[in-house]
């Protein structure tokens, strides 16, 4: 089992960043690739952004450029920095973790971009 514990949500403006992240505990030894979707009001959750264990990293068109992701395997975190926000990224952001067996979601935290 994997827990996940998202933080750093909030309300920003347009043009502002925010940073997210995700605490892991449990089996974090089986974690391949963490990572983070988000789904806004009436849309499907998409990817925005994963890394692997050996830090391969990939993202979503959309925040290419602006976001980045990072993880720090010392403190079981995985980071999302988002720059340049724009009120299309208004969303709850969930972290995401890949093992062999199964996958993992956290319970999301909302993030509001609005002047």
């Known amino acids: 089992q994997v827990q996940l514990v998202e933080s750093g949500g909030g309300l920003v403006q347009p043009g502002g960043s925010l940073r997210l992240s995700c605490a892991a505990s449990g089996s974090i030894f089986s974690i391949n690739v963490l990572g983070w979707y988000r789904q806004a009001p009436g849309k499907e959750r998409e990817l925005v952004a994963s890394i692997t264990s050996d830090g391969k990293t990939n993202f979503a068109d959309s925040v290419k450029g602006r976001f980045t992701i990072s993880r720090d395997d010392a403190k079981n975190t995985v980071n999302l920095q988002m720059n340049s926000l724009k009120p299309e990224d208004t969303a709850v952001y969930y972290c995401?973790?890949?093992?062999?067996?199964?996958?993992?979601w956290g319970k999301g935290t909302l993030v509001t971009v609005s002047s």
């Open positions: 995401h973790a890949i093992t062999v067996l199964m996958d993992y």
